[in-house]
């Protein structure tokens, strides 16, 4: 039977990242994936912000051009311009970053193995008995930690006694070819409780790469049709004419916040399977880059000491603590189901100070909360680093 020291399920950008920064500190680190490849069925945006763009070293080649402008549109289509002096967003080009994680990694020394499904594990010994399937046949592999970067809905979490994810929104989006480019690149945010109840429909438009989407809660629409929908209205808006639909993505965003116990003595969650996705802005590149540095800090000294106080820092408890006034505002978005409503709250949005706090809510130089001790917790710290505020 194979034996290592941490097993991460899951080579989404959390399990990536996590996977690199434990094997260059010396720890037998296998990854697994169900994908085949890492190219397929990507299922995110890739709006990268610019704290992360900052503070982590991401492949230029793997990431658009940046963006510096976006327009609100209320549900009757008024228009409420933001522009920033900062590039504040670059689209990632997902499937080759993955890649060129994936190649960090295994150059790290992680052992790869796709197309490998987390089954099952047994608590009851010293070490943690994790079964795989590979092809139809169960392998057992013994490891002295496991990890869950499986995503919104993961498995690991309910197999080692952690919790999982009770609240999201569902996320579907085109990514089109042949759309002219009308201006600067520009993030397009359309606040339409019809279209994206609970949260927006977007066009992003890097001068590359258009993403067309709809974002919202489950129950109170159907994603496919509120995407034709959303394609249809954007006639007058952008010039489709030629548009070609590349890739659909979709998936699952955990909204309802960090998960209160995301790690015992047999392992933790990382990225969406420990709900570390802004409750506001659904955003969850960033916490899956800043969560993994934490999380390898706390495995290397859990290993090394096997004292379960190594872990007791690695609590959503904690996180949650910053993230009230972003629970807060998920739970007003959430609420407003009438168009006339939210058309009401885009023309109070005018006003000078609820301008900037859209400003803010775009722009502020927001992150996956860092809790005292970790606060410049990035592979290159930043040099202009001004008290951050988060969205
Ligand atoms: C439509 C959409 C658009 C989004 N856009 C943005 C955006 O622009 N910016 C942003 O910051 N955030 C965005 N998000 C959120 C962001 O994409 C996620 O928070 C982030 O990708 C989570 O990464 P992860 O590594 O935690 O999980 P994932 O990327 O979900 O990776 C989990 C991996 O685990 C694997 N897996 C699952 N179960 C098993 C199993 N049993 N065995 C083996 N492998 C398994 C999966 O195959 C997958 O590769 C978006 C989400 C959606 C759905």
């Known amino acids: 039977m194979q034996s290592c020291d941490v097993v991460i399920v899951g080579a989404g950008l959390a399990g990536l990242q996590l996977s690199r920064l434990l094997a260059e500190r010396e720890l037998h680190v296998l990854l697994i994936d169900r994908k085949p490849a890492l190219t397929h069925a990507v299922h995110t945006t890739g709006i990268f912000v610019r704290r992360t763009l900052e503070d982590f070293p991401l492949p230029d080649n793997c990431l658009g051009p940046p963006v510096r402008d976006v327009t609100l549109y209320s549900p009757g289509r008024r228009q409420l311009e933001l522009h920033s ?8 080009r997902m499937g080759s970053l993955y890649e060129e994680f994936l190649d960090r990694a295994i150059r790290a020394g992680v052992e790869w193995r796709p197309a490998t499904q987390f089954a099952e ?10 079964g795989l399937d590979h092809q139809g046949v169960r392998r057992l592999v013994d490891a002295r930690y496991l990890v ?16 999982h994810n009770r609240e999201w929104i ?13 201006g600067p690149p520009r993030f397009h945010c359309f606040l339409d409780p019809k279209l994206a109840p609970g949260y927006l429909a977007w066009v992003v ?10 974002g919202g809660y489950p129950a109170r629409f159907d994603p496919v049709e509120a995407l034709k929908q959303f394609h249809a209205s954007l006639q007058g808006i952008f010039d489709l004419s030629k548009a070609e639909v590349v890739e659909r993505r979709g998936g699952r965003i955990p909204v309802g916040g960090v998960l209160r116990r995301i790690a015992n003595s047999h392992g933790l969650l990382l990225g969406d399977a420990a709900g570390a996705v802004s409750p506001l802005t659904a955003g969850g590149l960033d916490p899956c880059m800043r969560l993994s540095k934490y999380a390898a800090d706390v495995i290397v000294e859990f290993l090394k000491t096997e004292k ?29 189901q009438s168009p006339q409503l939210m058309e009401a709250g885009c023309a109070l949005m005018r006003l000078p100070l609820l301008k900037s706090f859209a400003h ?7 992150s996956f909360p860092d809790i005292s001790g970790h606060e410049r917790s990035a592979e290159e710290p930043c040099k202009d680093d001004p008290a951050a505020t988060t969205a």
């Open 85 to 92: 002096n900062h590039d504040e967003f670059r689209i990632g």
């Open 121 to 130: 594990c047994d608590l009851s010994g010293r070490q943690v008995r994790i």
């Open 148 to 163: 869950g970067a499986d995503g919104a809905n993961s498995r690991v979490a309910a197999a080692v006694g952690l919790d």
């Open 170 to 182: 569902v996320g579907l989006e085109d990514v089109l070819e042949n759309v002219p480019l009308n």
């Open 205 to 214: 438009h890097d001068g590359e790469q258009v993403h067309v989407g709809v």
């Open 308 to 336: 379960p106080e190594a872990l007791s820092d690695y609590s959503g408890d904690l996180f949650r603590a910053r993230f009230v006034s972003r629970l807060w505002m998920r739970r007003i978005l959430k609420d407003i």
């Open 360 to 366: 803010h809510v775009f722009f502020g130089r927001g």
